[in-house]
């Protein structure tokens, strides 16, 4: 049986509330537990998030109880009737996250019959303690520096299988490629967007959402490409505007790593672009067909390479260039 970061921050935390909330003597003091158990998140924005929205919630529930109990009394209907308007004014209120510990709060104050300075102090500090724990055993979070360098390793070697296949069909005409490295990129990128995005909220101080944007800019380049295989399977016949562009995907294949920009790419393209216009114009309606296609492959190339060059990877460029390829 594995036991994770989370349970093991979760189960440490209620301990460790429930004795700070005894040693100091308050009443109901193992709900200081059950608070953290509520307050342990899986990352550090959305634990600020959750402790926020409870200690809203939980001070909006003492409002309500004090007047609810004050007129109707301590009776089990009025938990009810409070309930059915505490709970839409929390949603209103986007708090939503602390009625279930809005809730415990009530029900000590009906359990106590009476509402003191003394009890709303207790249960203020029930939810402080309970809160403050659980904020303090959730700032440490594993980081996934690693784990999403990997996944940049294996969709850039993924994406560099799929551009040779498209170079060894332009080349060769062969079609015997299964096309796995397709379904199996998109399952990557999704995987590591999501990562991306537990690793971004981990980080309080500073942005560091970089990773989701290069996660991102890659999806959309591999939308680029599964519009590109079907131009290229339509190709028939071998021209010589095929090969050059079969060597420069070759190229940009091959440059799928740190120390290149989309850039350099961009304007070798372009040359190429002008480079056809001044070959001899298609003869047949078979070479216009493929002039056409090849020309429209051209176009999706172009489109692959803005998307990269669209990608800033913040204020430390070299540093980034390092971390977050640009090929």
């Known amino acids: 049986m594995k036991i994770g970061y989370r349970t093991l921050k ?15 003597g308050l009443h109901n003091f193992a709900s200081a537990g059950i608070i953290v158990i509520l307050c342990v998140q899986v990352t550090k924005k959305r634990s600020l998030e959750t402790a926020r929205a409870r200690l809203a919630a939980c001070v909006v529930a003492i409002g309500f109880a004090a007047l609810f109990f004050a007129v109707f009394g301590y009776h089990p209907w009025t938990i009810g009737l409070l309930l059915l308007v505490f709970i839409p004014v929390t949603v209103r209120l986007k708090v ?20 003191t300075w ?19 055993v959730n700032m440490y979070m594993p980081s996934a520096e ?12 993924l994406f560099r299988i799929i551009l040779k296949e498209i170079v060894r ?57 599964e519009h ?35 850039d350099r790419f961009l304007r070798r393209l372009s040359a190429m672009r002008e480079e056809f216009k001044e070959m001899p114009l298609p003869t047949t309606r078979e070479q216009f067909e493929e002039r056409a ?35």
Do not use: C
């Open 228 to 262: 590109m295989l079907p131009l290229v399977t339509s190709l028939t016949y071998t021209v010589e505007q095929r090969m050059m562009i079969a060597d420069f995907i070759d190229e940009l294949s091959d440059a799928i790593h740190p120390g290149n920009t989309a």
């Open 96 to 115: 939503n996250e602390g009625i279930a510990t809005s809730s415990v709060i009530i029900l000590h104050l009906y359990a106590a019959k009476e509402i």
């Open 169 to 225: 069909y332009l080349r060769t005409n062969e079609l015997d490629w299964d096309g796995k490295e397709l379904p199996l990129a998109a399952e990557m990128l999704e995987q590591a967007k999501t990562l991306a995005m537990r690793h971004a909220d981990n980080q309080l101080w500073r942005n560091e959402d970089e990773y989701v944007r290069y996660f991102r800019m890659r999806e959309r380049q591999l939308e680029i490409i």
């Open 293 to 327: 296609a090849l020309f429209h492959l051209v176009r999706e190339l172009e489109q692959y390479l803005i998307i990269k060059s669209g990608f800033q990877p913040g204020n430390e460029p070299d540093k980034r260039r390092r971390l977050l390829p640009l090929g």
């Open 118 to 136: 003394e009890w709303v102090v207790n249960e203020l500090l029930l939810v402080a303690v309970g809160i403050g724990v659980a904020l303090i």
């Open 146 to 157: 690693k784990q999403l360098k990997e996944y940049q390793r294996i969709v850039e070697d």
């Open 10 to 24: 979760t189960a440490v935390g209620a301990a460790l509330a429930i004795a700070i909330a005894q040693l100091i």
